[in-house]
């Protein structure tokens, strides 16, 4: 089986500072990772993703991740925000063993960049 | 290319009518995905197609809700008859090869009134 967690349903970070939104996932191979943001009254779009290679990932509009499997966990990460960042994003993950090819998406985390 | 195509964008109707929804996949994808979102219940898998076949439909909610992928362009969602609990932003999205990322339509905002 394979699931997702994000275990904010807000973040709030100020113009400027770092921001990282939290990811832990579960899976029995090795797993397929992906992040997607949503604006409002949008549909989602795909940020980046990780299959195999180095851990750290980047990806559209700055933003990058960091793979890490002894804590089974990715973490989506900004060196600066900016208050256009501010929407909700999606993490999902899909198992690479097989079963279902489909990537389980977590519940979402509301950023909120403040100017 | 256009990206996933929706239609309509917006949908209001009276409960007990039939409502169909749209969707036209990236040209060359293989996956096609039909998703519910809801402050509620968040984002739902309801069906997904490989090669025009439906695969797995285990999330779609009741009889009243059907799907069909006549072609490798064209998808519809259909729910035969609507209730205001149905009422929710459907997304149609579509990916290449198994872990390929999804591309997502702007989404259809249906209201059962």
């Known amino acids: 089986a394979q699931s997702v967690a994000q275990p904010e349903d807000q973040v709030n970070v100020a113009e400027g500072n770092p921001l990282t939104v939290k990811c832990t996932y579960s899976v029995s191979g090795n797993p397929y990772l992906f992040w997607y943001v949503q604006y409002p009254n949008r549909g989602l779009q795909f940020l980046l993703k990780?299959?195999?290679?180095?851990?750290l990932v980047k990806g559209s509009y700055g933003f990058e991740a960091e793979f890490n499997k002894s804590q089974t966990s990715f973490h989506l990460k900004k060196p600066s925000a900016l208050v256009s960042d501010s929407a909700l994003y999606f993490c999902a993950v899909r198992d690479g063993a097989g079963g279902s090819y489909i990537p389980t998406f977590g519940r979402g985390t509301s950023l909120i960049v403040h100017p | 290319d256009a990206g996933v195509i929706q239609s309509p964008r917006h949908e209001v109707t009276e409960m007990g009518q039939e409502v169909t929804l749209r969707c036209k996949p990236i040209s060359g994808h293989d996956y096609l995905f039909w998703y519910r979102q809801t402050m509620m219940r968040g984002l739902e898998l309801l069906i997904y197609?490989?090669?025009?076949?439906?695969?797995?439909d285990s999330g779609m909610p009741e009889d009243r809700f059907s799907a069909k992928m006549p072609n490798a362009s064209f998808s519809t969602l259909k729910i035969q008859p609507s209730e205001p609990r149905d009422s929710a932003v459907y997304f149609c999205?579509?990916?290449?090869?198994?872990?390929?990322?999804?591309?997502f339509g702007p989404g259809t905002r249906l209201t059962v009134l």
């Open positions: 197609f490989n090669n025009n076949v439906p695969i797995d």
């Open positions: 990780y299959i195999t290679g180095d851990n």
């Open positions: 999205a579509s990916s290449f090869l198994q872990f390929g990322e999804q591309f």
